[in-house]
């Protein structure tokens, strides 16, 4: 029963065309950071969905380039919204929605850490949509934003699309014969986003400090 609809989902996903996959899946993570659609719909949903669709490991890179790419873009823009409106943003309406504790904590943390909270930020609750934002309006150079972010977004990608495509081509191996593949495929999704949540709740609690008063 499980396998049943299991396997409905995945060839659901994998009959999307690959390259309409990715490109929703790229510009999904541009918007999760320039628009903060990031704080409603996570950007680690998108990836996992899309990612359980990759057959093969072209796709897989080809996947990746094209989140990172997006990620890159949408962090870009983040950056120059700051640079240019962040003071009217942060005192508009959707600013206030943000909440001033949140501004607070990721313009501390940024003067604090630097480019290291630039990085980290990829992997913390909410300070991945605010951060690139309070970088623009700290004028911190272009150039180092890149330098930390790109890595921190390639890491990111790399993450996510192994767990949710390494968990689906282990169901495709074992579906044919196995009734219980299901819950292998369950599992290793369950186990990697466990390690994944006690991650960043470890970094949460190394950083947290830094983003006190």
């Known amino acids: 029963m499980l396998n049943d609809v ?23 993570m541009a918007l999760e950071t320039s628009v903060l659609v990031g704080l409603i719909v996570p950007g680690d949903t998108i990836v996992i969905v899309t990612a359980t669709g ?16 997006g990620a ?7 950056y120059m919204v700051g640079r240019w409106a962040g003071p009217w ?29 630039i990085f980290l930020s990829r992997f913390l609750p909410v300070l991945h949509s605010i951060v690139p934002l309070t970088v623009g309006m700290s004028g911190y150079s272009y150039r180092k934003f890149v330098a930390w972010t790109l890595p921190a977004c390639a890491l990111w990608a790399a993450i996510y699309i192994s767990i949710a495509a390494g968990a689906a081509e282990t169901y495709r191996d ?7 593949a ?5 599992g290793i999704i369950l186990a990697g986003l466990l390690l994944i949540f006690v991650g ?11 983003m006190k008063d």
């Open 182 to 186: 299901g819950y292998v495929f369950i």
């Open 174 to 180: 074992l579906s044919g014969s196995a009734h219980w």
């Open 54 to 69: 990759v057959t093969t490991i072209l796709e897989g890179v080809v996947l990746g380039a094209f989140i990172v790419a």
């Open 6 to 28: 299991l396997t409905a989902i995945l060839d659901v996903v994998e009959g999307v065309d690959p390259w309409l996959r990715t490109l929703i899946a790229s510009i999904a």
């Open 200 to 210: 960043k709740k470890i970094l949460h609690w190394f950083e947290h400090r830094h």
């Open 72 to 78: 890159f873009a949408g962090e870009t823009v983040g």
């Open 89 to 117: 943003l942060r005192r508009s309406r959707v600013g206030g929605w943000i909440g001033e504790r949140n501004w607070a904590r990721a313009e501390r943390y940024l003067q604090r850490r630097g480019g290291i909270a």
